[in-house]
Nanobody, 125 residues
Framework: QVQLVESGGGLVQAGGSLRLSCAAS????????MGWFRQAPGKEREFVVA????????VYADSVKGRFTISRDNAKNTVYLQMNSLKPEDTAVYYC??????????????????WGQGTQVTVSS
C-alpha cells in the first residue's frame, strides 16, 4: 500500500509559477512510475504528466508541454511538478498518481494504482 500526499497548491496570477510536491509512504516508491492528473470543475480527470521509476523517461500532455516539468527524488520519496507560465485554464485539482509497473507509456496516459487526495491550483486572469 502506498499513500500519496500532495502539497504546494494555491492561488497564482496568470503567467506565474507553482511547484507541487507529492510525498509517498513506503519503501517501494523508487520502483513506481509517478504522475499527475488534474480535474477542473465539471470536467473529467485528465492526464498531465508521468515519469518512470528512475526519472529517465517522461511523457507530457500536449497542453502542458514546455510549461510544466516533472521530476522525482527517490531518496526523499517525493515527486515534483514545476508549473510555469500558468494559464487560467490550468485551474483544477491536481492529483498525484502511482503506477506499480514502473514505466511510462509512449502516449500521454498512465495506469494508476494509487491516488493522492489532490491539491487545488487556481490561476487568476
Amino acid at each position: 500500500q502506498v499513500q500519496l500526499v500532495e502539497s504546494g497548491g494555491g492561488l497564482v496570477q496568470a503567467g506565474g509559477s507553482l511547484r507541487l510536491s507529492c510525498a509517498a509512504s513506503g519503501r517501494t516508491f523508487s520502483t513506481y512510475a509517478m504522475g499527475w492528473f488534474r480535474q477542473a470543475p465539471g470536467k473529467e480527470r485528465e492526464f498531465v504528466v508521468a515519469i518512470n521509476w528512475s526519472g529517465g523517461n517522461t511523457v507530457y500532455a500536449d497542453s502542458v508541454k514546455g510549461r510544466f516539468t516533472i521530476s522525482r527524488d527517490n531518496a526523499k520519496n517525493t515527486v515534483y511538478l514545476q508549473m510555469n507560465s500558468l494559464k487560467p485554464e490550468d485551474t483544477a485539482v491536481y492529483y498525484c498518481a502511482a503506477d506499480r509497473r514502473g514505466y511510462v507509456m509512449t502516449r500521454p496516459t498512465m495506469t494508476v494504482d494509487y491516488w493522492g487526495q489532490g491539491t487545488q491550483v487556481t490561476v487568476s486572469s
